[in-house]
């Protein structure tokens, strides 16, 4: 029985409802303005700024309104980017926490740094394409400033912050997260790229599905971020895109990291990076391992070919209090986003299918009370 009919089996033995019911969110279908708009955007120099800032707001506006700040009023909302303010800092600059009153909401704001590694095709593609999605799982922008110089966006405030924040080298006394919520997120995080997947028309590709891109509200429910290198998918005829590589190393599918080819099953293969990270509390590349360990997917390569040593990847921190089964199967459906062969790798839709069980506590009582009561 293949991973997926094992699952599978189970879900309908549960009565899980048809995983299509469950999903929220619009469908988005602006493929023909997006995808110029997009070739407006590979011109990219910013003598063509005005002009996307215009088509951000007429595709843009189409769906979700995304308001339009001025300097001044991010300045006053974080207190000048006050360093006491700072809530994080990664490549496109950094994010602070900030109170708008005109909006009334609590915001992170992060500000495009002008000698960083990322530019203003980032901060635009990040703007449209937020613009333009709209699911639970996903981040809400919540307005962006491109005043002169400035290319500043706005997000609703995430709480408790990012999943690398609770996952890997925890502040003493931080309570590690259980599995439950662990397996919670991961369902959270495949609905919000099965929507990017299978309900934006043309699809859309994350590419930078990572654990540091995951946000998590006050019940840690989580959202994806950082779509500033979010691609379009492939148009019909073609099965992939073919780009220049950016993402971050270790998350990268090898097709996409040796020749480029990006196609929907590249997240798929980040997502089984992630779930990875999740069972086992290491991060993908480590260099404070032994050589042999630094690289989380050719560490867990022969241990997720073996039943017996599965539970040898378990995040010690979890003292054992783990479903069995339920980790059998989500080192399953880990195996299987980690697939090298693009073909051969599950698509979103069958890993929310074979996840969202796992999720469900009840059901992992369960079966480990069948296991130990057969
Ligand atoms: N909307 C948000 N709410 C709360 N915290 C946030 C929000 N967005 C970002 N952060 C915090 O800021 C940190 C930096 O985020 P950012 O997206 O700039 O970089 P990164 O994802 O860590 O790294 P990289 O630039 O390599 O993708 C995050 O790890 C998170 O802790
Ligand atoms: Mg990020």
New binding site residues.
């Given amino acids: 029985m293949s991973w997926l009919s094992c699952c599978r089996a189970e879900v309908h033995q549960c009565n899980v409802p048809c995983k299509k019911k469950l999903i929220v969110g619009k469908p988005i279908n602006n493929g023909k303005s997006l995808r110029s708009f997009m070739h407006t955007l590979s011109l990219k120099t910013d003598d063509n700024k005005d002009k996307m800032a215009e088509e951000i707001r007429r595709i843009g506006k189409a769906k979700v309104s995304a308001s339009i700040f001025t300097f001044r009023e991010l300045s006053a909302a974080t207190n000048n980017f006050n360093s006491n303010r700072l809530?994080?800092?990664?490549?496109?600059?950094r994010?602070y926490?900030g109170y708008i009153e005109a909006v009334d909401q609590v915001v992170?704001v992060?500000q495009l740094d002008r000698n960083g590694?990322?530019g203003s095709r980032e901060f635009f593609s990040e703007v449209l394409m937020l613009s333009l999605v709209q699911h639970p799982n996903l981040?809400n922008l919540v307005g962006y400033c491109a005043d002169g110089d400035q290319r500043i966006l706005v997000?609703?405030?995430?709480?408790k912050?990012?999943l690398?924040?609770h996952l890997f080298d925890l502040a003493p006394g931080q309570q590690p997260l259980d599995w439950n919520t662990r397996m919670k997120i991961a369902v959270g995080a495949a609905k919000g790229l099965e929507y990017l997947h299978d309900f934006a028309n043309p699809p859309i590709i994350l590419r930078?599905f990572?654990a540091?891109?995951i946000?998590l509200d006050e019940r840690l429910n989580p959202k994806l971020?950082?779509f500033g290198l979010a691609k379009l998918g492939p148009t019909k005829g073609k099965d992939h895109v073919s780009t220049r590589i950016m993402g971050?190393y270790g998350y990268c599918a090898p097709e996409y990291a040796m020749m480029g080819m990006l196609t929907t099953k590249s997240d798929v293969y980040s997502f089984g990076v992630v779930l990875l990270e999740l069972i086992s509390g290491r991060r993908v590349i480590d260099v404070n391992r032994p050589t042999e360990e630094q690289n989380l997917v050719l560490w867990a390569e022969p241990l997720l070919k073996d039943r017996q040593k599965f539970t040898l990847m378990v995040d010690p921190l979890l003292k054992g209090n783990y479903p069995v089964k339920g980790l059998c199967q989500a080192l399953a459906v880990a195996a299987i986003c980690l697939k090298k062969d693009a073909e051969t790798r599950a698509v979103m839709a069958d890993v929310v299918t074979a996840i969202e069980f796992l999720a469900r506590p009840k059901d992992n009582e369960i079966i480990d009370a069948e296991l130990l009561n057969p």
């Avoid at 809530?87 to 600059?93: R, V």
């Avoid at 997000?155 to 709480?159: G, I, R």
């Fill in positions: 809530i994080g800092e990664g490549g496109f600059g994010v926490q992170a992060k590694m990322q981040v997000y609703e405030y995430m709480p912050g990012s690398e924040n930078d990572k540091s891109n946000l971020s950082d971050t």
